[in-house]
């Protein structure tokens, strides 16, 4: 292999720390029952953090339902935002500015603003206090973010390239396995992570759309200030799908098929 | 007790009243509540609330609270035959806000929300808007053991209760000391200023709208009337920690100030929380609460059930097991919680009343209170806060 | 139509996006056979290409290759491949397995498309390069590799579009000569776009000057440069000097100059490109020089002669200097009669209007039958 150059493993380095040590501190926090403030270390450690965190028993279903919710709305995002994406992308619209704002607004509102109503129409039409309720709210919230990242992905690049495929004989489906998905692999990648981000961390529809479902944000924030150790404990564990999207897409998104 | 939830954030509870009054102002007509058949007795409710999934939404932020209710609360309401799943949340006003929705989208039954833990602003607003279910309090069998001539019962935050929520908890406004770095606190306001007149910058409290600080502000105003304290106050600035030229921006902020020993006193509207946070480690073994003045602040919290609950009846059962002698007298372990109970014990019958009694002394909880101050109506809150940042921060 | 085994269009209609570019256009390129289509910006080069490769929907028309008709086809199955102005490798794979891509699409086996994709390297002078990354080569170089990847195809047509356009000046020749001799050894059918016209030139077997969506002659390179079919052709191919008058007698009556134009009497234009004008030491044409620009290859003259206008390069060594009176004399040889042209003002844009939709190419092609034979 090529020798990577310094500027590289700096960087490499540099993203590694900022990913490494607030994580370390929250470590700390989490394993701290005693730290009193002047200290730099805990006078004591142990479990209380973990134990508090999964008094309830409600933590791991509240982790599956909040996976499954942001898998869901972040594959509908996607499915959603590709077409949108494309047509803005390639700039095929008349009034892309018109289609860019309506896609943007869930972003410029509020959020109290629009949860509130959100949950009003939800009750109307049925759809509240279930997961999939859960996955429509939350892809209000994903699906701008989504389209705005795949936005990037798209344009004449991927068109040329997807032509190029067409005169070299390329089916349909080889050009989208090939050409397609390869060329925006780094996009759809970080479009998915966000997305995950995005509905991973949905506190207010959560509570609102879901009605008491339990979901990871919701299980977090009350600890968050009355209860560091909690926190802390609960954050470490709030941190690990989120991780894993990162690892799975990135790899996904450097070694295309 | 945790009114801190309620009143943690003035935004929330804003948005809460102005979207009440928007439904007081276009729903005047509708009561669903004062139409719903009731079952005649409390048996027939606990027969109907047989197999029904009670979502009680609660602040969610004390891991103490949520065991208590996870070990204690929930096991008495499976053996009572209702299924109870706590719904954490950390601003009540998220649940008022979910049962405002559910109004709003035109739905009179079936809603998400059978029972919540508030007071103050959430219950006064939802209660301006109907959203409460009424009159079912005092026929709870254990209502039998609660004195409802108790002002700090029958009024929260000055609203009276009118039988749309049951008391549940009791805070009640606290100091503490490290008593082996001082054995006998000052425990009157002068004695405190003659302290300090001694020992300089050894006192401070947070800077209100903080919740603790504004809580302290209007201990003071309670105990001396508001100019006196105002006056008082004065007096007490150039004395405290820092010469009062700052203040601690969080109850935290001075925790941590009194367990480095940068100040001798530490506060807190939480009754139990020298034992809390004996427990988690922050404070010294060592540390004792004390009230400061002829009474300390109280506050009573409560649960309500929203008159469109899916579950009602399982609700009432909860709320009635809630103020069952034997489960207040496990929240008023110090082992367990350390909350002092809503009952009258007096009235809690002798067979009855055995697990009272034998609550052993903790020295981290407070078993006397004095001559309790009740809190200020909710709508003082904020003017009071806004004079002491004139009068007190900027020193007009 | 005789491009049995070529490239047939047939009165092709493409509006892309709604404008409709081409009308009733035709074109042939014979089996085995190069033709340049050449045109300034605009003129639906690009969209003609789009069209044959089945990248541009058609409204109307037909295209025929190798005796079968593919207008309906998708792209894929055209058996075309395409070179484009940029060289649109994909960047996650190498170029061994750029090249092999459509090996790989046909199934080919990973022995035999290693051996090919290499092959095809060979064939375009990269040779080592099979497996080096795409991303450190060269413009050049990233082009002789979509050369390749077309090549490994083995497409019924080359189409290239502009592919020279993007590189520096001097790598431009090396590849245009690539171009020319892998065409010619592989025998392929091949449709080149330009806009230059000397590219068009040196590249092209036949060259099709395309004009407004529409062929207006097709030919051999040197037919468009000197006997241009009209007087747009002329401008787009540089024959600055287009002189109009009356023929009468075999001769036209010019700025007073008789000069030689065989043919029926009536209205004409004769063309003469500027480096065909001559200095001479005496004659009936004198004028005085308003311009002389020096361009590196020679000396651009502007000479007038009261109202008319002559445009000359000649040597640097000989070039009088502006404001000089000069004699310039037009070889009969070098003057060309444009054909079927009686109007005199001189603005061609007409030109071709006249002939039926579909026909250009004939009418276009059969240009060498005009009257005059400059020979």
Known sequence: ?257 | MRARSQLRTTLPALAVLSATLLLAACGGDEDGSAETERPDSFAEIAGAAQGQTVRWWMDGGDDRINAYVDDVVIPAAREAGVRLERVPVGDTADAVQRVIAQRRAGRESGGAVDLIWLNGENFAAGKEAGLWLEGWVRDLPNARFVDFDDPTIVNDFQVPVDGQEAPWSRAAFALAHDSEELAEPPRTYAALLEYLRRNPGRFTYPAPPDFTGSAFVRQVVAAMGEDRAFAYLRELKPLMYRDGETFPESADELNDLFANGQVDFAMSYEANFVAAEVDNGTFPQSTRPFVLGEGALVNVSYVTIPSDAANQAGAQVVANLLMSPELQAQKADPEILGIPTVLDVERVPPDLRGRFDELDESPYVLSDFGQVEQELPASSVEPLEQRWEREILRGD | MTAEGGLLCRSLTVSPGGVGVLRGLSLEVAPGTRTVLVGPSGAGKTTLLRAIAGLEPLEGGEVHLVGRRIDGLAAHRRRIAVVFQEPRLLPHLGVEDNVALTLRAAGVGRGERRARARAGLEEVGLGGFAGRRTQGLSGGEQQRVALARALCAEPDLLMLDEPLAALDPNRREELRRLIARVQAQRGLTTLIITHDRAEAAELGERVALMLDGRIVQHDEPRALFERPVSAAVARFFGVANLLHGTVRDGHLSWAGVALPAPGPDGPATLAIRPDHVELAQEGPLRATVTEAVYTGAHVRLVALRGDHRLEAHVAPALAPPAGAEVTLELPAQRLWRLPGDSDSDGDGDGDGDGDGDGDELSEASGAPSSPADPR
Do not use: C
Not at chain 1, 36 to 58: K, M, N, S, T, Y
Not at chain 1, 218 to 223: G, K, N, T
């Open chain 1, 1 to 257: 292999m090529v020798r990577r150059p310094l500027l590289a493993r700096a960087g490499g380095l540099a993203i590694g720390l900022a990913f490494a040590l607030p994580l370390a501190i929250l470590g700390v926090r989490a394993f701290a029952d005693t730290w009193r403030a002047p200290a730099l270390v805990p006078q004591d450690w142990g479990l209380r953090g973990f134990e508090a965190a999964f008094g309830g028993g409600a933590t791991v279903e509240a982790f599956g339902n909040s996976i499954v919710v942001a898998l869901g709305a972040t594959a509908l995002a996607l499915a959603l935002g590709w077409p949108a994406a494309r047509v803005l992308g390639e700039r095929r619209l008349r009034r892309p500015g018109v289609v860019f704002v309506a896609l943007a607004m869930p972003l410029l509102v509020p959020p109290y603003a629009t949860g509130a109503g959100l949950t009003e129409w939800f009750i109307r039409l049925r759809i509240i206090d279930s997961l999939g309720g859960l996955v429509l709210a939350h892809l209000t919230a994903v699906l701008p973010y989504v389209v705005l990242v795949l936005l990037a992905g798209f344009g004449t690049k991927v068109t040329e390239l997807e032509d190029m495929g067409r005169t070299l004989g390329l089916s349909p489906a080889r050009r989208l396995a090939w050409v397609t998905l390869p060329s925006v692999a780094p996009t759809l990648a970080a479009a998915t992570v966000l997305g995950f981000l995005v509905s991973w961390s949905q506190y207010g529809s959560s509570l609102a759309v879901g009605g008491g479902l339990p979901m990871a944000p919701l299980v977090l924030f009350p600890f968050i200030g009355p209860d560091p150790q909690t926190a802390a404990a609960l954050s470490l564990l709030y941190v690990i799908p989120p991780i894993l999207a990162l690892l799975v897409t990135a790899r996904a998104a450097s070694s295309p098929l």
